[in-house]
């Protein structure tokens, strides 16, 4: 264990080691620490730009690690030969499990995503060990609605206080976008609490000691046994996502580029996943806020199509609801597009009642596109439970309201690795088969 000291900018503790829940579990708060200031003087500037299409992305340092940043499990566990054996131990398990949500900070009070944060930390009590997530996946939008360090406690490190796990993040438009007349730097506070040189203790963080996560910027390739998730950056505009521009350049599309070809150069058999928080296809036909980023899918497309190589999902927030698409390839092949944007922050319902499923996108020359499922009731909430084995990846959607005892999802999706098609999950043996012969046991027994 690294010995403890302070930065060279005497601000965040360095202590050399991940550090996740607190010890001891404490009670749900029900106000901020640092009362929300508002942004409706911020609006009043920004909108105008907004429907205007003024607003332009912004640039970003870029991160360490070359042209294909990257980051293990192992790394985010501490680096250390027992973290080294606690990645094995999955893979010897057969299975890794994970969560992803986005749009998860709030800006009212506490309570809507503390409801979402409590189902989350429930999952860690399993029968199996198999079962329970090794880290959670945070689709941008984390700190509304500048991003701004002072509400990081508040709205990131209080609701995560008992999730005993590591946090990683992509940064979404509300994390990248600066608030007009503050001087502030984009992403400024994003940097500095997920993309540290070392695990150190944030001063936005006190008095609590998770310590911020060391991705290598705010795109990479994020590796744990099973699984491989490419992360993007897709910007700070509200719509549409991006990922190059004249303004921030193709160091996106290259990294992009770079990491499908080591994919396919490393004859990875498992499952690859897109994490970004500006999703392709949005229902939006129905009065739904936000849209789809048809170039940035684009540019995706481009780039999949030149390696050969193509994601088993992706993963992305934005929308305040959830919704689920599938992509039917020309192959045959068949892509589930899910978005997870009630993490916590004001969660919307669509406009009128939209059947599904339905299609969306059809015709000549284009891949079919189908809604299969959607929840956006107003004040839902909820959150996605990512399964993957060697041979399947199985995305479940849990709302909060469900609570702490309920643990069967309300949709999911099951993809066969191999064949890149639905299929059906093999369900694990958690117990149940041996309580069932014991009773029939004692039955026997005792009659």
Same mark, same amino acid.
């Given at each position: 264990?690294?010995?403890?000291?302070?930065?060279?900018?005497?601000?965040?503790?360095?202590?050399?080691?991940?550090?996740?829940?607190?010890?001891?579990? =404490?009670?749900? +708060?029900?106000?901020?620490?640092?009362?929300?200031?508002?942004?409706?003087?911020?609006?009043?500037?920004?909108?105008?730009?907004?429907?205007?299409?003024?607003?332009?992305?912004?640039?970003?340092?870029?991160?360490?690690?070359?042209?294909?940043? @990257?980051?293990?499990?192992?790394?985010?566990?501490?680096?250390?030969?027992?973290?080294?054996?606690? =990645?094995?131990?999955?893979?010897?398990?057969? @299975?890794?499990?994970?969560?992803?949500?986005?749009?998860?900070?709030?800006?009212?009070?506490?309570?809507?995503?503390?409801?979402?944060?409590?189902?989350?930390?429930?999952?860690?009590?399993?029968?199996?060990?198999?079962?329970?997530?090794?880290?959670?996946?945070?689709?941008?939008?984390?700190?509304?609605?500048?991003?701004?360090? @002072?509400?990081?406690?508040?709205?990131?490190?209080?609701?995560?206080?008992?999730?005993?796990?590591?946090?990683?993040?992509?940064?979404?438009?509300?994390?990248?976008?600066?608030?007009?007349?503050?001087?502030?730097?984009?992403?400024?506070?994003?940097?500095?609490?997920?993309?540290?040189?070392?695990?150190?203790?944030?001063?936005?963080?006190?008095?609590?000691?998770?310590?911020? @996560? #060391?991705?290598?910027? %705010?795109?990479?390739?994020?590796?744990?046994?099973?699984?491989?998730?490419?992360?993007?950056?897709?910007?700070?505009?509200?719509?549409?996502?991006? #990922?190059?521009? +004249?303004? #921030?350049?193709?160091?996106?599309?290259?990294?992009?580029?770079?990491?499908?070809?080591?994919?396919?150069?490393?004859?990875?058999?498992?499952?690859?996943?897109?994490?970004?928080?500006?999703?392709?296809?949005? $229902?939006?036909?129905?009065?739904?806020?936000?849209?789809?980023?048809?170039?940035?899918? $684009?540019?995706?497309?481009?780039?999949?199509?030149?390696?050969?190589?193509?994601?088993?999902?992706?993963?992305?927030?934005?929308?305040?609801?959830? !919704?689920?698409?599938?992509?039917?390839?020309?192959?045959?092949?068949?892509?589930?597009?899910?978005?997870?944007?009630?993490?916590?922050?004001?969660?919307?319902?669509?406009?009128?009642?939209?059947?599904?499923? !339905?299609?969306?996108?059809?015709?000549?020359?284009?891949?079919?596109?189908?809604?299969?499922?959607?929840?956006?009731?107003?004040?839902?909430?909820?959150?996605?439970?990512?399964? %993957? =084995?060697?041979?399947?990846?199985?995305?479940?959607?849990?709302?909060?309201?469900?609570?702490?005892?309920?643990?069967?999802?309300?949709?999911?999706?099951?993809?066969?690795?191999?064949?890149?098609?639905? =299929?059906?999950?093999?369900?694990?043996?958690?117990?149940?088969?041996?309580?069932?012969?014991?009773?029939?046991?004692?039955?026997?027994?005792? +009659?």
């Amino acid at each position: 264990m690294a010995s403890t000291r302070r930065s060279p900018a005497g601000k965040d503790l360095v202590v050399g080691h991940p550090v996740y829940a607190q010890p001891q579990p =404490t009670a749900d +708060p029900t106000t901020f620490r640092v009362t929300y200031a508002g942004d409706k003087e911020a609006y009043a500037v920004l909108d105008p730009l907004i429907k205007a299409h003024r607003l332009e992305p912004l640039p970003f340092p870029p991160p360490r690690g070359g042209t294909e940043p @990257q980051l293990t499990l192992a790394q985010v566990y501490g680096g250390s030969a027992s973290a080294t054996a606690a =990645t094995k131990a999955i893979t010897a398990r057969g @299975q890794i499990v994970f969560h992803a949500l986005g749009d998860c900070g709030s800006t009212k009070a506490p309570k809507t995503e503390v409801e979402v944060t409590d189902k989350l930390v429930s999952d860690f009590n399993e029968v199996d060990a198999k079962e329970v997530p090794k880290f959670a996946l945070l689709l941008g939008d984390i700190v509304y609605s500048f991003g701004e360090g @002072q509400y990081y406690y508040d709205q990131f490190y209080e609701p995560y206080r008992d999730y005993r796990a590591p946090i990683l993040a992509v940064a979404g438009n509300h994390d990248g976008i600066v608030r007009p007349g503050t001087g502030a730097s984009s992403l400024e506070a994003f940097l500095r609490n997920f993309c540290a040189d070392d695990f150190a203790i944030s001063l936005d963080a006190y008095p609590l000691s998770r310590t911020a @996560q #060391i991705q290598p910027g %705010v795109f990479f390739t994020f590796e744990a046994p099973f699984v491989r998730i490419i992360a993007l950056y897709s910007n700070m505009l509200e719509d549409p996502g991006v #990922i190059r521009s +004249p303004e #921030i350049g193709d160091s996106q599309l290259k990294f992009l580029d770079a990491a499908l070809a080591r994919v396919k150069s490393d004859g990875f058999k498992g499952a690859l996943l897109l994490a970004m928080h500006h999703p392709p296809y949005v $229902a939006s036909a129905h009065g739904g806020r936000h849209a789809g980023s048809p170039e940035m899918l $684009a540019d995706i497309d481009g780039a999949c199509q030149k390696a050969a190589v193509w994601p088993h999902a992706v993963l992305a927030g934005h929308v305040h609801n959830y !919704q689920r698409f599938t992509r039917k390839r020309s192959d045959g092949t068949e892509i589930p597009y899910v978005s997870c944007g009630n993490g916590g922050h004001n969660a919307q319902a669509l406009k009128g009642a939209l059947r599904a499923p !339905q299609v969306i996108q059809s015709g000549r020359g284009v891949d079919t596109v189908v809604l299969e499922n959607y929840d956006a009731a107003p004040g839902h909430f909820g959150y996605l439970r990512v399964l %993957v =084995t060697e041979r399947q990846l199985r995305i479940e959607y849990h709302p909060a309201s469900d609570g702490p005892t309920t643990k069967a999802p309300d949709d999911s999706v099951t993809i066969d690795l191999v064949t890149r098609k639905r =299929t059906t999950w093999v369900a694990n043996n958690l117990g149940v088969p041996r309580m069932a012969s014991d009773v029939r046991r004692k039955r026997t027994r005792y +009659p």
